[in-house]
């Protein structure tokens, strides 16, 4: 089983910055991919950011030059950067990992989710 414990979202004004980490432990030594996904009230959870055990990242178009993945395979930790918040970046926010446990198959695990509202 792997656990992921993320830190706290919080209340930003627009156009200000945020910083989430998302720290994963338990029997599980490789992660290939880790991201973090949202989702707002009725709507469904989408992709924000994933990143490779490689470095290789994946961006939303709606966070695209707003957003930074980044992480530590030592510390299994997983970061978020976003800049220029604005008030559709409202969502509670989700980290994921995703371990691959055969030749075609995966398995995703999922933090919690913590609130993140982007509001004057």
């Known amino acids: 089983q792997v656990q992921l414990v993320e830190s706290r979202g919080g209340l930003v004004q627009p156009g200000g910055s945020l910083s989430l980490s998302c720290a994963a432990s338990?029997?599980?030594?490789?992660?290939?991919?880790m991201g973090w996904y949202r989702q707002a009230p009725g709507t469904q959870r989408e992709l924000v950011a994933t990143i490779t055990s490689s470095g290789g990242t994946n961006y939303a178009d709606s966070v695209k030059g707003r957003a930074t993945i980044s992480r530590d395979n030592a510390k299994k930790t997983v970061y978020l950067q976003m800049n220029s918040l604005k008030a559709e970046d409202t969502a509670v926010y989700y980290c994921?990992?995703?371990?691959?446990?055969?030749?075609?198959?995966?398995?995703?695990?999922w933090g919690q989710g913590t609130q993140v509202t982007v509001s004057s």
């Open positions: 994921n990992a995703r371990i691959r446990t055969g030749v075609i198959t995966v398995t995703d695990y």
């Open positions: 338990g029997s599980i030594l490789n992660i290939y991919t």
